[in-house]
Nanobody, 115 residues
Framework: QVQLVESGGGLVQAGGSLRLSCAAS????????MGWYRQAPGKQRELVAD???????NYADSVKGRFTISRDNAKNTVYLQMNSLKPEDTAVYYC?????????WGQGTQVTVSS
């Protein structure tokens, strides 16, 4: 089993920045991809960004140029730096880990962007 602990959410004004962190522990070896998803009220959960063990990244079009995902393989930690935040970025953000055929989710952290 893999345990995920997220941190860094909160309330910020439009144009501001936040940094999310997600640390994996337990059987946190051979992790393939690490990423962030988000779910706004009344909407489906969507991919924000993910990063492979190789370092290759993938971003949702809506966050390209504003968000940056990174990972520290030694610490089994993934980060999401969010700049130029917009009210439409308001959502619960979930950390996601793929290890082999297994997928693990964090408990979610609220990000609220006020206009």
């Amino acid at each position: 089993q893999v345990q995920l602990v997220e941190s860094g959410g909160g309330l910020v004004q439009a144009g501001g920045s936040l940094r999310l962190s997600c640390a994996a522990s337990g059987s946190a070896f051979n992790i393939n991809a690490m990423g962030w998803y988000r779910q706004a009220p009344g909407k489906q959960r969507e991919l924000v960004a993910d990063i492979r063990k190789s370092g290759s990244t993938n971003y949702a079009d809506s966050v390209k140029g504003r968000f940056t995902i990174s990972r520290d393989n030694a610490k089994n930690t993934v980060y999401l730096q969010m700049n130029s935040l917009k009210p439409e970025d308001t959502a619960v953000y979930y950390c996601n880990i793929k290890r082999g055929l297994s997928v693990y989710w964090g408990q979610g952290t609220q990000v609220t962007v006020s206009s």
